[in-house]
């Protein structure tokens, strides 16, 4: 297979505090490509950068990187980290959560080039064998209700949806609308 299919010749290793400028790098790159168009209608474009900002800056991930509650992973090519995934083991679990404990996949995001090929899959279980090495019994996430690839994803994975949140956009006076989707490990 050739490594244009982002299957078998991409890793996935844990993120240290060596990591935090390619997090954010990637964070960034990835969050705006999946939410460019829902801000440039919706919201304001100046909201998107304060949340990029606040949420993949380089000191904010650094110091989550360094918490023993918070888990990283970044999937790598020969070349370049192409998408990486978010656990947090100490997060308040949504009321409709019945397996516990949890863990939260607060984040997971593939690079555009590399969807569709079978990356997310395999991000995907990672997370749940690195959940389940903690004692996890489930884990739940938050999606943007508008992103039905992101729920076709997950549901195809075995998530069930439990209900709605609103998600605040920092900086902004906006909000979304995220669909809280669990499975059990």
Not at 19 to 29: E, Q, S, V
Not at 48 to 54: A, R
Request: charge should be positive; aromatic fraction near 10%; include cysteine.
């Amino acid at each position: 297979m050739s490594a244009d299919r982002g299957t078998s010749q991409s890793r996935i290793r844990p993120a240290g505090p060596k990591d935090a400028r390619i997090l954010a790098d990637l964070g960034r790159a990835t969050f705006y490509d999946t939410y460019y168009d829902h801000f440039d209608r919706d919201f304001s474009l100046q909201a998107l950068e304060i949340y990029l900002n606040t949420t993949f800056s380089q000191e904010k991930l650094l110091q989550a990187l360094k918490d023993k509650a918070v888990a990283y992973s970044i999937a790598e090519t020969q070349d370049s980290a192409v998408g990486f995934f978010k656990l947090v083991f100490d997060a308040r679990p949504q009321e409709a959560v019945v397996a516990l404990p949890t863990a939260c996949l607060a984040q997971i995001y593939v690079d555009r080039s590399h969807q569709g090929k079978g990356l997310g899959s395999r991000i995907l279980a990672q997370a749940h064998l690195q959940a389940s090495a903690r004692k996890c019994r489930s884990i739940w996430l938050g999606t943007w209700d508008g992103n039905g690839r992101a729920i076709r994803f997950y549901e195809a994975n075995g998530y069930k949806a439990l209900g709605r949140e609103n998600f605040p956009i920092t900086g902004s006076r906006f909000s979304d609308i995220d669909l809280i989707m669990s499975k059990e490990l």
